[in-house]
């Protein structure tokens, strides 16, 4: 049941944000609908700076980090 919980949702950015800021994961929430973000991918995300900037609401990709 609490896989099902996780699966249907992807992270989107909880407020807006600027080139360079890092992101911690009280700055994400995992929000319906699903977009091809995989869970694995999330842990990635953690700590690394952004590249461009972000708005509020806005779905997590992974092209938005440096790495």
Do not use: T, W
């Amino acid at each position: 049941k609490g896989m099902l919980f996780i699966s249907r949702k992807s992270p989107y950015y909880m407020k807006s944000f600027s080139i360079g800021e890092r992101i911690k994961e009280n700055d994400i929430a995992m929000l319906r609908p699903f977009k091809f973000f995989k869970f694995e991918n999330y842990q990635k995300i953690l700590n690394k700076k952004l590249i461009k900037k972000v708005k509020k609401n806005q779905k997590v990709s992974l092209k938005d980090f440096k790495y």
